[in-house]
């Protein structure tokens, strides 16, 4: 599902004219914009609170088309960041199209791709500096896997699982597919906790809370927002889960991913938080930061990137 159908929920705060008192000798006088709150990425912190250094650094992007992100320079600003393991998302791009740019990266040796029927639809990836133990697309539901839209890897001790979470669409016409998705989600992440733990991340389409989203009142019936899919969210974190981000700054408003390409939305940082860091509770003492790089061009929705010790 394209971001910018997302243009009519991203309801921007247009600027009012305040008009004084007109006379004939005075011209009308109009209030000017004010400037947007932005959010401010602190620095990177690389120790955990229970002392330890980061040994992981993991970057998620949705690209919103591989092939166009790779024109903006979206791998200058990868070997600039270098995490140690990069998943996309929205890659739409099937495997025999991919650009050469990034095939070829020595930087990333093991890269994996998952798209819809080698239609191009969707998509994720994950590339890897160094080799996961194992790789597997999907949860194992058909319904779910035909859209390619997960993929998980096993490292020694943990699961890294990317993932693209169906759209509940214009209209919420999707919105039951939706709570279907995060029900057999839910228990497919819950199933491979009991084994290892794991870090999910990617565009999850959910703003959890009013926090998360600059207009809230005007988006709780649209997609993204709607009581449904927070709750789907919420059940999420009481399986076991934890909001990376929030767990670190849990007060921390205008901080976003996804901005719509209409109303100079980004310009007046009119956004909603829609890429995700999401650990296994176990995790949460290793955690060290999770990032929001809102500066980061070549997207709708911006990268975000994990510091944990694992």
Not at 238 to 261: I, M, Q
């Amino acid at each position: 599902m394209k971001r910018g159908r997302k243009a009519e929920e991203a309801t921007a705060e247009g600027d009012n004219d305040a008009t004084a008192e007109s006379t004939p000798k005075k011209e009308k006088k109009t209030k000017e914009p004010e400037a947007p709150v932005l959010y401010e990425d602190p620095p990177d912190k690389t120790t955990s609170k229970d002392g330890r250094d980061a040994n992981m650094k993991i970057t998620s992007w949705n690209v919103d088309g591989l092939r166009a992100w790779v024109k903006k320079n979206g791998l200058d600003w990868l070997r600039e960041e270098s995490p140690d393991v990069l998943c996309l998302q929205e890659t739409k791009c099937a495997e025999k199209n991919l650009p050469a740019e990034i095939t070829s990266m020595p930087e990333y040796p093991h890269k994996y791709w998952c798209t819809a029927d080698d239609k191009g639809y969707s998509g994720v990836a994950m590339l890897c500096k160094t080799e996961p133990v194992k790789v597997t697309y999907g949860i194992g539901k058909e319904e779910h896997d035909k859209e390619g839209r997960v993929i998980t890897a096993e490292f020694p001790t943990f699961y890294l699982v990317t993932a693209y979470v169906p759209n509940a669409g214009k209209g919420l016409v999707r919105l039951d597919y939706r709570k279907t998705w995060d029900e057999d989600f839910r228990n497919y992440l819950s199933e491979l906790d009991v084994q290892k733990p794991l870090v999910l991340c990617g565009d999850l389409n959910v703003a959890h809370r009013e926090i998360d989203l600059k207009n809230p009142k005007g988006n709780k019936k649209n997609a993204g927002f709607t009581p449904e899919e927070r709750e789907g969210f919420d059940k999420l974190l009481e399986a076991g889960f934890v909001d990376s981000f929030r767990e670190l700054y849990p007060d921390t408003a205008n901080a976003y991913t996804f901005w719509t390409y209409m109303m100079n939305s980004r310009s007046k940082n009119v956004g909603w938080r829609l890429d995700y860091f999401v650990l296994s509770s176990s995790l949460v003492p290793g955690l060290c930061d999770s990032k929001i790089r809102n500066k980061a061009m070549g997207s709708d929705h911006c990268p975000i990137t994990l510091h944990v010790a694992v």
